[in-house]
């Protein structure tokens, strides 16, 4: 495969399919870099993909030097979508800088988090797009091997990669000497077994390499020692779906979408009680309001808007004082949340906060590894005193101690997964303090899904 190959693919495939245009049914609100080909496409026909300029990006990144690739992904300042937001260009950058014959790129597709699905329709809708970012990620670092690490719950996503894989492979779009380049690459799927875990990028690292799915210490970081020992790159699928088009349109063009410190579109999931579920992107900084009332097209039948969890399990919780925020990186930091990877989930006035972040204290629980203690053992008791919580067995001294060990942790454990696990309950004693007190004090539920009588009831 050579430029002037895959030009004429494009060029032969456009003639015989005078129909193939991009069918659009998108909100105006939103602006599609990550799905342009997302229900435009057929996802298993690589002659589609690259109709729509599929693998335009790193024919052209092969032309640059990887520092000039990577160059390009720090003027986008795209940051990581996995939920820290950890620039990539900088990633990238590390990586590179580590000398070893064998450098590896892994695509994070475990997407564990409940409420969250946007990985999985973005690698079902457009499986090589991810292989191109991959590839270019590749070789910006001088990696030659790939790994997509796809969760066995998503059987469509991982048959669609590895129909892509084989088909680029087919078309030598994949493998030795790629566009009669030095550059080689493959890559290989592997299924995770369905642990939240597995998708904390050391646990995941473990994982490829046979053993249970643990944590590691970091530092060292995996830009320096990962998988094998070797110097990697983990990636979420939405950061990597963006590569080719920053290559293709430029860091600059990308640095202009979304807000200053958060560049780009995002992809987020929305679910709960709007009238619109789904998944849906727009630029960086849309409001949390536009969000349900316009995308979701309002609240259901009989809802009345109470509260939005972001981030999960790991996240926070929003409130009707918050409909004017904007959704990006930095601002729900700053409310005491995060945006995570982009799940969105939409509470009514029948949902109990309390019930709610005990559901998620179970879920950290029962994900914990059970490396360290203080998750292994803190997410459990945790667990156990929310739970009391909602069986009015609680006083406020039990508050305190809930409090108290939520704060040791946080900041005790081995990894994220320990380390924000407490977030949500933070998050709900500063903007639902009065619902603690209604459980604790009053012994009643406003919403009756406690065991509790219900507020203002008998
Ligand atoms: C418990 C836990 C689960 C995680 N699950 C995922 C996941 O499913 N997908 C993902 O991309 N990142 C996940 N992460 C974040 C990864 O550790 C890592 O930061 C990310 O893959 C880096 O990619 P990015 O820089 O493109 O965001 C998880 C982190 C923790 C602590």
Redesign the pocket.
């Known amino acids: 495969m050579n430029q002037i190959l895959l030009n004429q693919i494009k060029k032969d495939f456009l003639e015989n399919n005078p129909k193939f245009v991009a069918a659009k049914n998108v909100h105006p609100l939103e602006q599609r870099i990550v799905l342009k080909n997302y229900q435009v496409i057929d996802p298993e026909s690589i002659l589609e993909y690259i109709a729509n300029d599929g693998y335009q990006g790193i024919s052209k990144a092969l032309t640059m030097s990887p520092k000039e690739v990577i160059n390009e992904i720090t003027i986008s300042k795209l940051?990581?979508?996995?939920?820290?937001?950890?620039p990539?260009g900088l990633?990238w950058k590390f990586a590179l800088g580590y000398e070893s014959d064998d450098k590896y790129v892994i695509c994070?597709?475990?997407?564990?988090?409940p409420g969250t699905f946007m990985?999985r329709h973005i690698l079902e809708g457009d499986p090589h797009n991810n292989i191109e970012g991959m590839m270019i990620a590749g070789y910006a670092i001088g990696a030659s091997k790939g790994y997509i690490y796809v969760r066995a719950e998503y059987p469509l996503a991982a048959s669609r990669l590895q129909k892509a894989i084989d088909d680029a492979l087919e078309l030598k779009i994949l493998g030795d000497n790629i566009f009669d380049t030095d550059f080689s690459f493959n890559i290989e799927i592997r299924l995770g077994a369905g642990a939240?875990?597995c998708?904390?990028?050391?646990?995941?690292m473990e994982s490829i390499e046979g053993k249970r799915g643990l944590s590691r210490n970091k530092p060292p970081f995996p830009a320096q020692i990962g998988l094998f020992a070797q110097p990697t790159i983990?990636?979420?699928?939405?950061?990597?779906a963006n590569v080719s088009s920053i290559i293709l349109n430029g860091g600059e063009w990308y640095s202009k979408i979304g807000t200053e410190k958060s560049t780009g579109t995002k992809v987020f999931s929305l679910s709960g009680k709007t009238k619109n579920k789904g998944i849906f992107e727009v630029p960086m900084g849309i409001t949390l309001y536009d969000v349900i009332y316009k995308i979701g097209g309002g609240m259901s039948e009989g809802s009345t808007f109470k509260a939005a969890f972001t981030g999960g399990p790991?996240g926070g919780v929003l409130t009707k004082d918050h409909l004017d925020t904007i959704i990006d990186f930095d601002s729900l930091v700053e409310l005491g949340s995060i945006m995570g990877?982009g799940g969105i989930i939409i509470a009514d006035q029948n949902d109990c906060i309390i019930d709610t972040i005990k559901h998620f204290m179970k879920f950290n629980a029962e994900?914990s590894c059970g490396k360290c203690t203080p998750c292994r053992e803190g997410t459990t008791i945790l667990y156990n005193m929310l739970d009391d919580i909602t069986k009015g067995k609680s006083s406020l001294e039990d508050l305190e101690k809930i409090k108290h060990l939520s704060k040791m942790v946080s900041t005790t454990s081995l990894?994220?997964?320990g380390?924000?696990a407490p977030a949500p309950i933070f998050s709900a004693l500063t903007h639902f303090y009065d619902e603690f007190i209604d459980h604790i004090e009053h012994k009643t539920c406003k919403t009756g899904v406690c065991s509790m009588p219900v507020k203002g009831g008998e």
Not at 79 to 86: K, L, Q, S, W, Y
Not at 108 to 113: C, L, Q, R
Not at 199 to 204: I, N, W
Request: contains cysteine.
């Open positions: 940051r990581g979508r996995g939920g820290v937001g950890f990539t990633k994070n597709a475990d997407e564990g988090e990985d939240f875990i998708g904390e990028e050391t646990a995941l983990i990636n979420n699928v939405e950061t990597i790991s990877s994900e990894c994220g997964l380390q924000a």
